[in-house]
């Protein structure tokens, strides 16, 4: 059973960083994607970034890119996403999720495993 957990939110100041992290178990996840997508209140749930495992392939949100870097450490079986010069619209709960290909996606119905979220503030 794969098991995604997520951590590594907070309150911060816009400009502020933040790194989130995501523990996976249950699986080699050498075969699989996995991304990071967020949800502010009362929006639909956005793509963020994702990483290839294999190879460390990454593609990120126009919204995020040069400011959000995506990456893994096979050895501890996990994805982080460290978050610089945030922003208050960046504020949302970040969840982690993973699928089993090989094509990058950044349509949250083709993730199949999903971690429980973290709460990211960025006040003004």
């Known amino acids: 059973q794969v098991q995604l957990v997520e951590s590594g939110g907070g309150l911060v100041q816009a400009g502020d960083s933040l790194r989130l992290s995501c523990a996976a178990s249950?699986?080699?996840?050498?075969?699989?994607?996995m991304g990071w997508f967020r949800q502010a209140l009362g929006k639909e749930r956005e793509f963020v970034a994702v990483i290839r495992w294999s190879g460390g392939s990454t593609y990120y949100a126009d919204s995020v890119k040069g400011r959000f870097t995506i990456s893994r450490d096979s050895a501890k079986n996990t994805v982080y996403l460290q978050m610089n010069s945030l922003k208050p619209e960046d504020t949302a709960v970040y969840y982690c999720?993973?699928?089993?290909?090989?094509?990058?996606?950044?349509?949250?119905?083709?993730?199949?495993?999903w971690g429980q979220g973290t709460q990211v503030t960025v006040s003004s």
């Open positions: 999720a993973a699928d089993r290909r090989w094509v990058f996606s950044i349509q949250s119905n083709d993730y199949d495993y």
């Open positions: 249950g699986r080699t996840f050498s075969n699989y994607i």
